[in-house]
């Protein structure tokens, strides 16, 4: 049993900024990648950003420059901040993580969080 939880949430003003967090626990081996995807309304899940144990990140287009993520391995506590925020942030935001099983170390499980809103509005 692996369980996500999702914080940092809210509303904002164009222009503001969020940190979000998540911080997983429960019965894996490792944590390989954590990331952040979002789901505006009537649109498909994106991934926002992913960050590897070393500590390489990636995002995508429409964040760069704008959302750092960054993770706490010790913790297993991933973390997305977002500054210059748009109306085009709006969204739900999901963790998700890839990680070892911790009975079968070959397999690689993937799990999702419940999701935190996040508006943009002014």
């Known amino acids: 049993q692996v369980q996500l939880v999702e914080s940092g949430g809210g509303s904002v003003q164009p222009g503001g900024s969020l940190r979000l967090s998540c911080a997983a626990s429960?019965?894996?081996?490792?944590?390989?990648?954590m990331g952040w995807y979002r789901q505006a309304p009537g649109e498909q899940r994106e991934l926002a950003a992913s960050?590897?144990?070393?500590?390489?990140?990636n995002y995508a287009d429409s964040v760069k420059g704008r959302f750092t993520i960054s993770r706490d391995n010790a913790k297993n506590t991933a973390y997305l901040q977002m500054n210059s925020l748009t109306p085009e942030d709006t969204a739900v935001y999901y963790c998700?993580?890839?990680?070892?099983?911790?009975?079968?170390?070959?397999?690689?499980?993937?799990?999702w969080g419940q999701g935190t809103q996040v508006t943009v509005s002014s």
């Open positions: 429960g019965s894996f081996r490792s944590i390989e990648v």
């Open positions: 998700n993580i890839r990680a070892r099983s911790w009975e079968f170390p070959n397999l690689r499980q993937t799990y």
């Open positions: 960050i590897i144990t070393g500590g390489s990140a």
